[in-house]
């Protein structure tokens, strides 16, 4: 696609539930991220794949947040039982290069804005 | 913690004149930053980049302003339009990251016509 597509764009989930994000990386893009960002704050980073495999998913909070790359094209976030403190937005980025931050090439979805009742 | 953070969260300019954003950063093993600009409901959209072996560098219509010595970063923008209206936000390669970007909290730049 021409750009990162994030779905779904907005997603309502109650307290406890199981909630799935999906990111569609721009086409030959080798490098993937998740980062989150809460209201009136800047992104936080989250997790990073090169590849298939979690290079580095030292951001994730807990144990309840999963990523997963299996084809090292589209990238799932998941998060079990979710909290009232997990309502942000989650944003997906990806590069071609796998050491983006010399060149700045680093493109951002739209984002997944997800509440937590 | 060693963070990013901006000295104003808010500023309002009217169109035509130049803004200057403020950003100033704590960690001294960084080595790489960049701005964002993001408007509302999208991701954040790179606009410019400094390595610490600068300290200017400009692109069209902004510069930004790297100061090593008092860990400050600015970004200028020039005859600002409405356009320009979105959160702009400074961030640096996590403690010389090639691949983590810790990002500050942000500024609103509001463009009065």
């Known amino acids: 696609g021409a750009g990162v597509s994030q779905t779904p764009s907005n997603k309502v989930t109650e307290k406890g539930k199981y909630v799935e994000l999906r990111c569609d990386p721009i086409?030959?893009?080798?490098?993937l991220y998740w980062y989150r960002q809460s209201l009136g704050q800047g992104p936080e980073f989250l997790i990073y794949?090169?590849?298939?495999?979690?290079?580095?998913d030292s951001g994730l909070p807990n144990d309840r947040f999963f990523a997963v790359r299996p084809e090292g094209s589209v990238s799932t976030l998941k998060i079990q039982r979710t909290e009232r403190g997990d309502s942000a937005v989650y944003l997906c980025?990806?590069?071609?290069?796998?050491?983006?931050?010399?060149?700045?090439?680093?493109?951002f979805g739209e984002g997944s804005r997800l509440t937590v009742l | 913690g060693e963070s990013v953070g901006l000295h104003l969260p808010t500023l309002s300019v009217q169109e035509g004149d130049n803004s200057i954003i403020n950003c100033a950063y704590s960690n001294s093993a960084s080595d790489y930053f960049i701005w964002y600009k993001q408007e509302s409901g999208k991701g954040p959209q790179f606009i410019i980049d400094?390595?610490?072996?600068?300290d200017k560098r400009q692109g069209q219509r902004v510069t930004v302003l790297l100061n090593k010595t008092v860990k400050h970063l600015s970004l200028q923008i020039a005859a600002t339009q409405p356009g320009d209206s979105a959160v702009y936000f400074c961030?640096?390669?996590?403690?010389?990251?090639?691949?983590?970007?810790?990002f500050g909290k942000g500024t609103l730049l509001t463009v009065n016509p």
């Open positions: 086409s030959g893009h080798t490098a």
């Open positions: 400094i390595r610490s072996n600068m």
């Open positions: 961030a640096e390669n996590s403690g010389g990251s090639n691949y983590k970007l810790t």
């Open positions: 794949f090169q590849g298939t495999g979690a290079a580095d």
């Open positions: 980025a990806s590069s071609l290069l796998d050491r983006p931050l010399n060149t700045g090439e680093l493109f």
